[in-house]
């Protein structure tokens, strides 16, 4: 059976990166829960899924921050908005988690009073429940050019809390490459190189994620890494119709190179599904994800990301 990784937490039944949402996850029996790593002014690396946080919390609500609402041009995308750099952690701390998808999950909007989680409180949660974290750095370049690399950080906040090994329950991913092959030597805990369905690193670590994608890619990968983290689509791709397509070679690659391949990310909506798993046509309702699940799970992942842990959880209960 693949390990569950909570995305986010339980993040389709929570507000992201909330306290209450990694709780649910192993409440629902996940193996791993994943938080996004940014830091603060002050260098505490925090869990949020982007260092802009307008949609993501309460901030703009807050009128003695009103002046620090900025705009940065970050991995090539221009964003208005408030950023974690620019606060202290104690500020960060005043701040409450929004649920980002609102529309889409208007039951997770009841969660208002989650403050921001530091990865810190997150390692002893995850200790104290006997399951694991699987941490991604977010813009490596960018928070390097700005005086506030996460790397060195975040291998000693997980020491800190006694996590050193290959052999514990910690898996550090990246979209970068760079850094990835800078931690091979710093740290022994495992290494995820993720990958998009399209572009290329933003560090100009390799040509294209395509590229990474071929038997020789792979073997590169597979030099500094232990696992590969690519988008759904570059296992089971989908038509112009949205339906499933077979599945591409990658897993049987990834494997025969020696790495581990957990996709990402499984979603309950009919808004994520491919269409012949679709229920109904509101892009809310719960399709047969459980068989889309099952689909990866066929074609031999290892593990996978996912809103729902409960379901996959569920799915992968004999018996499958």
């Known amino acids: 059976m693949p390990f569950v990784i909570g995305h ?4 389709g039944e929570r507000p992201e990166h909330t306290l209450a949402a990694y709780a649910l996850a192993f409440d629902q029996g996940a193996d791993f829960v994943e938080p996004d790593v940014v830091p603060t002014k002050d260098g505490h690396l925090v869990a949020r899924h982007e260092n802009e ?23 090539g995308h221009t964003l208005t908005g408030w950023f974690t750099e620019d606060f202290t952690l104690a500020e960060l701390k005043t701040l409450r988690a929004r649920e980002r998808l609102p529309q889409l999950r208007p039951a997770n909007t009841a969660y208002r009073d989650e403050p921001i989680v530091t990865l810190d409180e997150l390692i002893a949660y995850a200790r104290d429940r006997g399951r694991g974290v699987v941490a991604e750095i977010k813009h490596s370049s960018y928070f390097a050019s700005i005086g506030l690399p996460i790397e060195q950080t975040l291998v000693a906040t997980f020491a800190r809390n006694g996590w050193t090994r290959r052999d514990d329950p910690v898996w550090i991913e990246s979209f ?20 998009e369905e399209k572009g290329a690193p933003a560090d100009g670590g390799a040509e294209s994620y395509a590229a990474m994608t071929t ?6 990968i597979a030099g500094y890494a232990d696992a590969i983290g690519p988008a759904k689509a570059l296992i089971v791709p989908r038509d112009p119709d949205g339906r499933s397509l077979p599945p591409t070679s990658l897993v049987d690659d990834a494997h025969a190179a020696g790495l581990k391949v957990i996709p990402w990310t499984f979603r309950a909506e ?10 109904g046509p509101d892009p809310r309702t719960h399709g047969r994800g459980a068989d889309e699940l099952r689909m990866f799970a066929s074609a031999g992942v290892d593990g996978l990301f996912t809103d729902f842990p409960g379901e996959a959880v569920k799915a992968f209960s004999p018996p499958f």
């Open 53 to 75: 946080i307008s949609g993501t919390t309460d901030v703009a609500d807050h009128p003695e921050f009103a002046v620090r609402r900025t705009t940065k041009t970050i991995a």
């Open 270 to 279: 009919n808004l994520f599904l491919p269409a012949e798993l679709r229920t």
């Open 8 to 11: 986010r937490g339980a993040s």
């Open 176 to 195: 970068e490459v760079g850094n990835l092959k800078a931690l091979r030597s710093a740290t022994n805990l495992k290494l995820v190189q993720l990958l």
């Open 215 to 220: 038997p020789g890619g792979l073997r590169t």
